[in-house]
């Protein structure tokens, strides 16, 4: 499943919790502030993301991970091996401030046990694959997420 799909399924669920249970709401104080500033932070760091992808002259696919032309290692990529799905994170964490609500916020740990687990290891094998000990070494050196 794609990536983008797999957010939305998880943001779709949130929206799903937060109905269902509404004795898990939290007050936060001016919460569309927080929201919107999560949700830009996200937009922002997955354009910028895609930006150096398409700089280096890759495949931004995350479902073509064997179509990498280049192993992208600067910018946020210092950071996390993964900034565009902290990305994804990003925004769902505005969803889950804008609702107010623990459930809702607790599936975002659903959404990063997904993306790890049938998303993130087989993109690393198909990296590891493509691009050996550089890979291995700029894997031992940056974190999966942050």
Do not use: H
Not at 82 to 96: C, E, K, R, S, T
Not at 109 to 114: D, E, G, K, P
Request: with cysteine; charged share 15%; aromatic share 12%.
């Amino acid at each position: 499943m794609p990536p983008p799909a797999v957010t939305l399924a998880v943001g779709v669920l949130m929206g799903w919790l937060a109905r269902g249970l509404p004795s898990l709401d939290f007050a936060l104080p001016a919460r569309g502030v927080f929201a919107v500033v999560f949700v830009v932070a996200g937009i922002a760091l997955m354009s910028a993301c895609a930006l150096q992808f398409r700089r280096a002259g890759t495949t931004v696919n995350p479902m073509k991970p064997k179509k990498a032309s280049a192993l992208v290692d600067g910018g946020f990529y210092r950071v996390s091996r993964n900034p565009i799905y902290l990305a994804d994170a990003l925004i769902l964490v505005g969803w889950g401030l804008w609702l107010s609500n623990l459930a809702s916020l607790a599936a975002i740990a659903l959404f990063v046990a997904y993306l790890n687990r049938f998303q993130i290891e087989p993109e690393e094998r198909a990296l590891q694959a493509a691009f050996g000990a550089e890979y291995d070494a700029y894997r031992a050196r940056v974190r999966r997420w942050i």
